[in-house]
């Protein structure tokens, strides 16, 4: 039986990346007068490393106008990730960064099933209280049994530390919960853990290995293309469906 389903956040919610985090990092180098910009392939390419700052960091360390010194560049990293963040709370709080197709519907399945759900990320918890908060209201910690962000687990995925702990905190075994995620470094954050997960497939990420997970799809809004293939009158991956993948699973031999 399923007794919570945890969410990682960007990319997996909505398209954070893409549509936000890319442009506030981009408005904040114009705002300080960094002389670059990140287009969206490069971006992309940056998101093999886990965290912002961290992004940062490794970007500045290849190219020559960067500060060289390495205290330099850590200041620089932290005055651009903190103005970037508000960046990015201002693009959330003008509507630009609406929930993927199927997210708000599975949400609404959990909440009359009664099924626990938990914030599984290792993105600042500004950010995820600026985008749930616009979607959810001000109460939307009410819909969570558990929010576990980089304040809470500052090693960034694919390090298992954020869902040891929201098992942790919902006190549950790790085949008992579901994750959501769309991002080689969640996925294997959460199979660490012995955490059954869901795939399904972002703008950075329209084809992520998913090797081991319950299954693995387009979108939470379609019942089409997904693998296992869902119920034939899906027309969105619902509650019900995640509980058919789950039980198939269980029933595999040695699947935990």
Known sequence: MIKALLWDVDGTLAETERDG???AFNRAFEALGVPWRWSEQHYGEL???????????????????????????????ETVHRLKNQVYEGIVRCGDLPLRAGVAELLSDCSRAHLPMGIVTTTSRGNVEALLEWHLGSRWQGHFATVMCASEAPRKKPDPQ??????????????????IEDAPAGIEAAQRNGVPVIVTHSHYFPACAAVGALASGPSLGRGEGWQPPADAAATRIGLDQIIRWHALAESLPHRW
């Open 21 to 23: 985090h890319l442009v």
């Open 47 to 77: 998101l093999a490393v886990s965290g912002g700052r961290e992004r940062l960091l490794y970007d500045m360390s290849r190219r020559e106008e960067a500060p060289g010194d390495a205290q330099q560049r850590e200041a620089l990293a």
């Open 162 to 179: 954020v869902y040891r702990l929201a098992l942790e905190a919902l006190r549950l075994r790790p085949h008992e919960a579901v994750a």
